[in-house]
């Protein structure tokens, strides 16, 4: 009796999801647990497995269809492969490559095919040789250089027409823009901004940078010293620590801080629990593995689920000031920002300083201007004597 391969239940808020990309087609011998079908929800990517061996039968959810938990996605046929039928199975060789459907993320999939590249001959760098978009990229730079061979899926503009390419969104890509507007809608938001002398932590890390990576197998980067600020200011300053239910105000007295990390298919903000309670190590360990995990798109639900606050460094990407948006329910965002070298008076005398400017974006319906204000004004006196995170 063939058994119903089902979309599972995706976590805390998410409804529906699209499918991203069939790893196996109707008629292929499956084993339990090998992953069949790739689904793309608004935080993360969830591969579907099979329960048991068998058959894969009919598929009920075709590539780009939207489907929630519940539905059902293809049946299994208990048994071997199907008998034979008068028509031979073996396939031409141009279609060998696809009939293998290499292990790609949807993103790179829809790439290789707009321009026309064989997944089977790209390399993949991701977890179990997934191929990704970067990977993709690279086989199209050594092309951009060279003469085209032929006609490619992609022509030039003739007689002076302009040509357009059209590329589907991706559910987390939809996701974002709609949390974004939503914010937008639905906050007062408000951005007060300031500055960082980061000469005494530059100092810290030029001192203890070898012995804290020989002793913790981390380095020490900047954001467990934003981190502990963070938290620090928020001891403080608990309506940014909070959120609006209603008519209520709800101050948690847990800090969840979400750390913002560029991935392949859009931003995602992985969380760190409890990060009042983490060591500097702890924190740098914990921010390296859930960055590498969202670059390898290896984050799960729970990776992402809640958060009280939000870090996010624009900085990595050379931006020198930006404006962040909030992420509701949460009522406050950080934003630091590129280190510059910049000229500054100090002590009546004109001096050179690393100075990085700090933007902290807030919801005015529960946090007033003074609040804010203070706030980064304390997150920039823990920043600039971190010595202090050690004694508070």
Request: no cysteine; charged share 25%.
């Amino acid at each position: 009796m063939p058994v119903e391969v089902r979309v599972p239940t995706l976590g805390e808020s998410v409804v529906e999801a699209t499918v991203g990309a069939w790893l196996k087609r109707e008629g292929d011998q499956v084993e339990a647990g090998e992953p069949l079908v790739q689904l793309e929800t608004e935080k993360v990517n969830v591969d579907v497995s099979a329960d048991q061996s068998g058959v894969l039968g009919k598929i009920a959810a075709g590539e780009g269809q939207t489907v929630h938990p519940g539905d059902v996605l293809a049946t299994i046929d208990e048994g071997a492969a199907p008998a034979t039928t008068t028509e031979p199975r073996e396939a031409a060789p141009a279609a060998a490559a696809e009939v293998e459907r290499p292990h790609a993320s949807p993103v790179a999939r829809r790439m290789a095919e707009e321009h026309g590249i064989d997944l089977a001959r790209v390399e993949g760098t991701g977890t179990g040789g997934r191929v990704t978009r970067e990977d993709v990229e690279r086989q199209l730079q050594p092309a951009a250089h060279a003469e085209p061979p032929a006609p490619t899926p992609q022509l030039p503009p003739r007689d002076g027409q302009r040509g357009e390419t059209r590329i589907r969104m991706s559910r987390r890509r939809q996701t974002i823009a709609s949390r974004l507007l939503e914010a937008q809608r639905t906050a007062a938001m408000l951005t007060t901004f300031n500055e960082a002398d980061m000469s005494a932590i530059m100092a810290v890390r030029a001192r203890r940078r070898e012995a804290f990576q020989k002793r913790h197998g981390v380095g020490l980067g900047f954001m467990s010293f934003f981190t502990k600020a963070v938290v620090g200011a928020l001891h403080e300053f608990p309506n940014v620590n909070a959120e609006i239910r209603g008519e209520e105000i709800i101050q948690k007295h847990y800090y969840d801080i979400g750390i913002a990390v560029g991935a392949e298919g859009g931003l995602v903000v992985p969380v760190v629990r409890d990060a009042d309670r983490k060591s500097f190590a702890e924190l740098e360990r914990e921010i390296a593995e859930l960055a590498e995990k969202a670059r390898t798109n290896t984050l799960t639900l729970e990776d992402l689920r809640g958060g009280t606050f939000t870090i996010t460094n624009g900085g990595v990407y050379g931006s020198l000031l930006s404006t962040p948006i909030l992420s509701p329910p949460q009522v406050g965002i950080l934003g630091m920002h590129r280190i510059q070298q910049r000229p500054v008076a100090v002590d009546g005398q004109v001096v050179i300083r690393p100075m990085m400017y700090l933007a902290l974006t807030y919801d005015h319906r529960i946090v007033d201007g003074r609040e804010a204000v203070q706030f980064l004004v304390r997150v920039k006196d823990l920043v600039e004597d971190p010595t202090a995170l050690l004694l508070d």
